[in-house]
């Protein structure tokens, strides 16, 4: 069985974290969105830290819906 390319990527802005889980496809040219996740950001102002904890809080809640919704860790 072939070995599953899974890519994650976070954006970290000051209104919302977002997450996507993809997948690049069979044919290595594209990729297929698995699961995307979204949190109200926190700790974040003006697109600088300013709490690290809330901050963090909201990138866990972001990935973990984001895992969830594609099904994969």
């Given at each position: 069985?072939?070995?599953r390319t899974i890519i994650?990527?976070?954006d970290v802005g000051t209104a919302a974290v977002q997450t996507v889980v993809a997948e690049r496809?069979?044919?290595?040219e594209s990729l297929?969105?698995?699961?995307i996740g979204s949190?109200?950001?926190?700790?974040?102002r003006?697109?600088?830290?300013?709490?690290i904890e809330d901050a963090?809080?909201?990138i866990r809640q972001s990935v973990?819906?984001?895992?969830?919704?594609a099904g994969v860790p």
């Open positions: 069985m072939a070995r994650t990527a976070v496809a069979p044919d290595r297929q969105i698995l699961g949190a109200p950001s926190a700790g974040v003006r697109g600088a830290v300013i709490d963090a809080a909201a973990a819906q984001a895992q969830k919704t």
